[in-house]
């Protein structure tokens, strides 16, 4: 069990605290996942006491009934949390000096209410780089819950291609995407808000959507996710809407090529910044290195961003299990973008995508 790898961390670095405070963090060692809002939601490891869960009292019962077979702590919201939470690990364990806290996701606030019962602890070292190495390899269980939002994924596509007609707003189509996810697949939500962009919208990467609309011989670009059991899909297509321009295709066929060429390059043994440099050589000598104005890819998981990032620079040697992002773009400021993205996960020898949307140029027929 993931709670077992942190208590092992604890022992092996020294550490007699581990106040993990990210949500999804608290998912991946508990089972037990929920949003707190503005009140206080975390997990206390200990070096040599059992762990507990601290949530707010409503939560209590739910927490309860989780996954999670540990302690829970509540505390009401008339209660001071901090000398609930110090109470507690008083009443587990005379070790308490040495803290590893979630640097990445501590309010300088709560680390100030959490320093002030603890005044003799030291609150130095961090947690977040062991997290995000553990997170760093799925397991056959977290894959196969990507490969599931990968399907609702796949379903959003179609949804929104048969969508598209002659002036229908970006965010039309967008709504029609979310609402069919949820009424026809029972998706409960987006891994982030649907992304649909028609014409020159789509040279900007993260736009939208807006009330622009579709009209004729445009590219329309879509960027869309959902969660499922707690894990992350983010896939993209570009299709065009009546006949495409010489310059359309060609732009796609470009990224087409380069995000292939970083698939079949995959396997473990490459680095993440090599395989950055595949998708990036191709649309170089194409003439339109200067338009694709971002990484190639990210890792995914509970989180739609994580890691490892696929970067130029970076030496990490990619391994069976670790799962990314794919998504070479080129993005033309007034005329065009074309994004093509696909997620999967490193095998013995390749990649897996959880996404299967046709990657051929699709184009759609007029509608009104
Ligand atoms: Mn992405
Ligand atoms: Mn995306």
Not at 128 to 151: M, N, V
Not at 235 to 249: D, F, L, M, N
Not at 320 to 337: D, H, K, T, V
Request: aromatic content about 10%; hydrophobic content about 40%; glycine content about 8%.
């Amino acid at each position: 069990m993931n709670l077992d790898k942190l208590q092992e961390w604890l022992v092996s670095t020294g550490n007699d605290v581990a106040y993990i405070s990210d949500p999804l963090s608290i998912a991946y060692f508990t089972g037990y996942s929920m949003e707190p809002h503005e009140r206080i939601f975390s997990l206390v490891a200990l070096k040599d006491a059992p762990a507990f869960v601290f949530v707010p009292a409503l939560n209590v019962e739910e927490a309860k009934a989780s996954d999670w077979n540990g302690d829970v702590v509540g505390y009401l919201d008339s209660e001071d949390p901090w000398a609930i939470i110090g109470d507690e690990i008083r009443k587990r364990t005379t070790k308490h000096k040495n803290w590893a806290i979630e640097k990445i996701n501590l309010p300088v606030a709560h680390f100030q209410n959490l320093r002030s019962n603890f005044p003799d602890g030291s609150f130095t070292n961090d947690v977040s780089g062991f997290i995000e190495r553990i997170r760093l390899y799925k397991t056959p269980e977290e894959i196969e819950k990507l490969k599931g939002a990968g399907r609702e994924a796949d379903c959003a596509f179609q949804i929104g291609f048969d969508a598209i007609r002659t002036g229908a707003t970006e965010r039309s189509i967008a709504g029609q995407i979310d609402y069919q996810l949820k009424i026809q697949h029972g998706v409960m939500h987006e891994s982030f808000e649907t992304i649909v962009q028609a014409g020159k919208n789509a040279a900007n990467p993260h736009l939208g959507p807006t009330m622009n609309t579709v009209q004729p011989n445009q590219l329309v670009l879509f960027d869309l996710g959902t969660m499922h059991d707690g894990y992350a899909s983010d896939a993209s297509r570009t299709v065009a809407y009546g006949e495409p321009s010489a310059k359309q295709r060609e732009i796609y066929e470009v990224d087409r090529e380069a995000q292939q060429a970083a698939i079949d390059a995959v396997k473990p043994g490459i680095t993440a910044g090599e395989l950055d440099a595949v998708a990036r050589d191709i649309i170089k000598r194409a003439g339109y290195g200067e338009y694709f104005i971002h990484r190639l890819g990210h890792g995914i998981g509970m989180n739609v961003h994580e890691f490892p990032s696929i970067v130029g620079g970076n030496d990490l040697v990619i391994e069976e299990g670790m799962c990314f992002s794919i998504e070479p773009g080129i993005y033309i400021p007034g005329f065009a973008g074309v994004r093509i993205e696909d997620c999967g996960v490193v095998t013995k020898d390749g990649f897996e995508t959880f996404t299967h949307t046709d990657k051929d140029l699709k184009i759609l027929p007029l509608k009104d």
